[in-house]
Nanobody
Framework: VQLQASGGGGVQAGGSLRLSCTAS????????MAWFRQAAGKEREFVAA???????HYKEFAKGRFTISRDNAKNTIFLQMNDLKPEDTAVYYC???????????????WGQGTQVTVSS
C-alpha cells in the first residue's frame, strides 16, 4: 500500500486548508485511514481517523475545527481544517491500517507527510 498526501501549505491564523491522501496498491488490506501530525521538536500525535464505513475518531483538539472524510471509490481521505492556529503548524502524515485506532504503532502504512504552516 502506498499513500500520497497533498494539500499542505501556508495560511494565516483563522484560515482553512484541506489535506488529501490517496491510497494505491493493495488497498483491500486497509480499513481505517488516519491523519497524524508532528510539530518540530515534538512527538508525532494522532489527529483523526475514518473507517471504510465512515466511522470517525478525533483527538480532542481536532473536534469542532477539523473534519475527516473519505471517498472509498477513490481510496482517498480528506482533512478539512478550519480556524487554524499557529499551534497547528506541523508536518501532517496520513496512515492506513486494518482497524480504526488512534494508536500510532498500529498503523502499518504511512505517507510522506505534507507541511502545514500557520502564521499569526
Amino acid at each position: 500500500v502506498q499513500l500520497q498526501a497533498s494539500g499542505g501549505g501556508g495560511v494565516q491564523a483563522g484560515g482553512s486548508l484541506r489535506l488529501s491522501c490517496t491510497a494505491s496498491g493493495s488497498t483491500f488490506k486497509i480499513n481505517a485511514m488516519a491523519w497524524f501530525r508532528q510539530a518540530a521538536g515534538k512527538e508525532r500525535e494522532f489527529v483523526a481517523a475514518v473507517s471504510r464505513t465512515g466511522n470517525t475518531h478525533y483527538k480532542e483538539f481536532a473536534k469542532g475545527r477539523f473534519t475527516i472524510s473519505r471517498d472509498n471509490a477513490k481510496n482517498t481521505i480528506f482533512l478539512q481544517m478550519n480556524d487554524l492556529k499557529p499551534e497547528d503548524t506541523a508536518v501532517y502524515y496520513c496512515a492506513a491500517d486494518p482497524a480504526l485506532t488512534a494508536y500510532e504503532y498500529r498503523y502499518d502504512y504511512w505517507g510522506q507527510g505534507t507541511q502545514v504552516t500557520v502564521s499569526s
